[in-house]
């Protein structure tokens, strides 16, 4: 017998259809031109006209946020930015959910939001969502990864390289894969 035929998980495309609708599949398609187009070519300094194409597919983007040309986002209209918040270089956003960057978060390099995973239990594995949020003045380090359902909370900080799947509260520091504790942050004392 061959592997294929004990495993009782069924991935195919008849035994999975895409949840996502033709015009979801359709504005990820226009979204992914404009990308190309629009928000690739526009030099790093320059902002405002990537946070008004933004604004154009639907995400909610507060005053002077900083968004980089190479942030890849899944689905802009699934998306909110806070005033100042700051998105980093190939910092990757795949909100087939909804996330929200607070007010002065700052996202850095190559960090990877993600809202969406697969159930691992279901003989299909099918897509399984939840929203992510990053707090006011939550700081998310250099290419961590942030599970679905995660929230950050304000003035959190989550280290260079951690895999954050739990919930972090309100000025804690975690570092860590898994991410664990590591101590308060002291933002404003010095």
Known sequence: MTDSVLSAVRVDRASCPSPHSF???????????A????????????????????RLFG????????????????????????DHATVSHDVDLY?????????????SRRAFLCT??????????PLVTAPVRI???????????????????????AGVRAVVLHDVPSGQIVGGN????????EVGTR
């Not at 087939?96 to 996202?107: D, K, S, W």
């Open 23 to 33: 015009a979801n599949k359709l504005g990820r398609l226009l979204w992914q031109t």
């Open 35 to 54: 990308w190309i187009l629009l928000f690739r070519p526009v030099p790093w300094f320059w902002h405002a006209p990537r946070r008004g194409l933004l």
């Open 59 to 82: 995400t909610r983007v507060g005053r002077k946020v900083q968004i980089m040309p190479s942030v890849r986002i899944w689905a802009p209209w699934n998306l909110a930015l806070g």
């Open 95 to 107: 909100n087939a959910a909804r996330i929200e960057i607070g007010p002065h978060a700052t996202v």
């Open 116 to 125: 969406a995973t697969h159930d691992p239990d279901h003989p299909n594995m």
């Open 135 to 157: 707090g006011a003045g939550a700081w998310v380090a250099a290419e961590v990864y942030v599970h679905p359902g995660v929230t950050i909370g304000a003035d959190a900080l």
């Open 178 to 185: 898994p991410a664990k504790f590591l101590r308060m942050r």
